[in-house]
């Protein structure tokens, strides 16, 4: 089945620097990569996806590239603010009709310094 | 729409009690998932379900853990006897159906403390 790894598991930047996090996956057959963002004592929210028609999908301060050849995937989040700080996720799956389910790396604990 | 509802959101219980968690999908998805949330396992996919079907229950740590989706808008995700091993975070999650992908939502989780 599909094993995501996640890295670094914590991830410390001052405001205003950039923060990338990046995933591995073993299943080639998986074409969605979500990013949750979780904060403490809260759900996991969806911040930004991608599907593997594409290679890089970029909302306002973040940006999503996929690499399918090297099943590799990164978040970027730029211009990072305080408000960043949370637990991030990324996930894999192939479609849910097609028996595919999404199962999520270890998590990045980001924490921003103002 | 109220997104995923989740009952209880806080239960402590003792070792050996019989705990049940509640689950209410957003209105029209036909996708359910229950997942588990600790420090050491992250967060790991228990069951889900399609149309009220279990396709998938791999994750389902043991025969102590049940789930049951009775009608599209209902599922309950049952601990019997609870240890405290069990102790975690238990979300739900719904989403439709895309032939490409599919973005899941969740609830505001079920808080399990087992003493």
């Known amino acids: 089945g599909e094993n995501v790894e996640q890295h670094p598991s914590t991830l410390s930047v001052q405001e205003g620097d950039s923060a990338v996090i990046k995933c591995t996956y073993s299943?080639?057959?998986?074409?969605?990569f979500p990013w949750y963002k979780q904060e403490l004592g809260k759900r996991p929210q969806l911040i930004i996806d991608?599907?593997?028609?594409?290679g890089e999908k970029k909302d306002q301060r973040i940006a999503v590239t996929l690499n399918k050849t090297a099943k590799h995937f990164s978040l970027h989040i730029t211009e990072t603010q305080p408000e960043d700080s949370a637990v991030y996720f990324c996930?894999?799956?192939?479609?849910?009709?097609?028996?595919?389910?999404?199962?999520f790396g270890q998590g990045t604990e980001l924490s921003v310094k103002p | 729409d109220a997104g995923v509802i989740q009952s209880p959101r806080h239960e402590v219980t003792e070792m050996g009690q019989e705990v049940t968690l509640r689950c209410k999908p957003i209105?029209?998805?036909?996708?359910l998932f229950w997942y588990r949330q600790t420090m050491m396992r992250g967060l790991e996919l228990l069951i889900y379900?399609?149309?009220?079907?279990?396709?998938?229950d791999s994750g389902m740590p043991e025969d102590r853990f049940s789930a049951k989706m009775p009608n599209a808008s209902f599922s309950t995700l049952k601990i019997q006897p609870s240890e405290p091993r069990d102790s975690a975070v238990y979300f739900c999650?719904?989403?439709?159906?895309?032939?490409?992908?599919?973005?899941?939502?969740f609830g505001e989780g079920s808080w399990l403390t087992v003493v």
């Open positions: 991608i599907r593997s028609n594409v």
């Open positions: 996930a894999a799956s192939t479609a849910y009709n097609q028996g595919g389910k999404l199962i």
């Open positions: 379900f399609n149309n009220n079907v279990p396709i998938d």
């Open positions: 209105s029209g998805h036909d996708y």
């Open positions: 299943d080639s057959a998986s074409n969605y």
């Open positions: 999650a719904s989403s439709l159906r895309d032939i490409s992908g599919n973005t899941i939502y």
